[in-house]
Nanobody, 113 residues
Framework: QVQLVESGGGLVQIGGSLRLSCAAS????????MKWYRQGPGKERELVAS????????AYVDSAKGRFTISRDNAKNTVYLQMNSLKPEDTAVYYC??????WGQGTQVTVSS
């Protein structure tokens, strides 16, 4: 049974940090590129960051560059999203996905003053 379980979301103040985790099971995690998407209130789902199967390459949406870092630990079947200098516009439900094929249920991130 394939599972992607996100955790680490919550309420944080402007300028704060959060680290999201996504634990995978039921498939060969190390063979899949992984991505983080987000969907803010009233907005379309947006690709935030991606990482290649071996962690050798990463990419970010412009609004996340310099603030967010995606990483993975294939020994733990887990992908992370470190988010720093958070802004109100980062408020969204964050989803991890394995190449847009398998999806997690999402974790809420709320940035508030």
């Amino acid at each position: 049974q394939v599972q992607l379980v996100e955790s680490g979301g919550g309420l944080v103040q402007i300028g704060g940090s959060l680290r999201l985790s996504c634990a995978a099971s039921g498939f060969t995690f190390s063979s899949f590129a992984m991505k983080w998407y987000r969907q803010g209130p009233g907005k379309e789902r947006e690709l935030v960051a991606s990482i290649t199967y071996n962690g050798g390459g990463t990419a970010y949406v412009d609004s996340a560059k310099g603030r967010f870092t995606i990483s993975r630990d294939n020994a733990k079947n887990t992908v992370y999203l470190q988010m720093n200098s958070l802004k109100p516009e980062d408020t969204a439900v964050y989803y991890c996905t394995a190449e847009d094929f398998y999806w997690g249920q999402g974790t809420q991130v709320t940035v508030s003053s």
